[in-house]
């Protein structure tokens, strides 16, 4: 079949043009429509938002059960320099539950001045970061008890994953993924094309 220039210029850019354009509606609809909508019957709604609940459920799983439970966390308080947390905590508070402590004294209070005096606070600090140092072994595993009953890790991140705004979800997905899913349109656009000029090879092998 004899075709005209025009054919094999035509119907590979249609093709493209159609594949290009349904890789395009077909990322959007990843996330668009955010809220579902009703055409003749059926409900059209974004993947992201109609799924969001079974997406929220796998990271919480997929957190909980293998990147983040509570042997990690007290693991890397462990790491950290815990000596040196304490010791600020305690500089930081001492002197308002001093102050709350001469308060309430009333006049007995310059007592309490003339015993607690500078270099027996910073001495009394001193003990207690090393009174909790030496029992920071039972503090840990206490925490961890602690934590591991009253911190569902898996729940935790479910919750705040279902409750994550599409538009935001929209966000950092693109912010991350943005130059593939705009391969994926490209890639659409020259499959399309291929298509097409594949087509006019055949019509043009047939007989006329």
């Known amino acids: 079949m004899t075709l005209s220039p025009l054919a094999w210029i035509l119907i590979p850019v249609l093709g493209a043009w159609i594949g290009y354009g349904t890789n395009l509606i077909a990322v959007r609809m990843i996330f668009r429509p955010i809220k579902p909508i009703y055409v003749l019957g059926f409900r ?85 970061v090393r009174k909790i140092m030496e029992n920071k072994e039972s503090l840990f595993s206490a925490l961890e008890s602690a934590l591991e009953k009253g911190m569902d890790v898996k729940a935790l991140v479910e919750t705040k994953v279902r409750e994550f705004p599409v538009e935001r979800l929209e966000e950092l997905i693109l912010m991350v993924a943005k130059k593939e899913l705009r391969s994926i349109e490209i890639l659409g656009g020259v499959l399309g094309g291929l298509i097409g000029l594949v087509q006019v090879g055949i019509l043009a092998l047939l007989p006329a």
Do not use: C, W, Y
């Open 44 to 128: 059209i709604q974004g993947l992201v938002g109609r799924r969001q609940a079974e997406i929220a459920r796998s990271i919480g799983g997929v957190v909980g059960d293998h990147l983040l439970n509570h042997e990690d966390m007290v693991a890397a308080l462990e790491k950290a320099d815990m000596e040196g947390v304490i010791d600020g905590m305690l500089e930081d508070r001492l002197p308002e539950v001093l102050a709350s402590l001469k308060g309430s004294l009333g006049p007995m209070a310059g007592m309490l001045d003339m015993f607690l005096t500078p270099e027996r606070i910073v001495d009394l600090r001193k003990m207690f």
